[in-house]
């Protein structure tokens, strides 16, 4: 069974956040969660320095067999006006991208140019992170 069995996005976005939450949370992360949605943001991860954090969930497999993510917001917690909120990477420091499969990369903002769309492969492959050893 996937991560991301829902075909409700707002569920596989929730699943997503979770998910987040855990794996900083299990490195000694502090997390904090927006009071509201209408942040850039889903999440502010405290190391020393406060670094806000877009997650994002993808079962969008390319003919290739890597992800694609879609980087602006159509609805997802809002309910959908017909207007698409653009990716401002200026907004958020990291993306938290968690594939159907399971794989999970955490790719700072300025690494990338594409502001529609960004997919995995061996570009971002040094930002693929695992559950690993937790401590």
Known sequence: MSFLDQKNSRKQGDVGV????????????????PLSDSQHYDLVVDD???NRVQ???????TISGTYEFQLDTR????????VARKFDPRAVDY???????????????DEFTNHRSITTGTKYERYRVTWGDIP
């Open 18 to 33: 979770a998910i987040a939450i855990a794996w900083f949370t299990s490195r000694g992360f502090y997390v904090s969660i």
């Open 55 to 61: 997650v994002k969930t993808s079962r969008h497999k």
């Open 48 to 50: 020393g320095r406060l």
């Open 75 to 82: 609805g997802g917690n809002r309910s959908w006006s017909g």
């Open 95 to 109: 993306l938290f991208l968690m594939t159907s499969d399971g794989d999970m990369y955490i790719v700072p903002t």
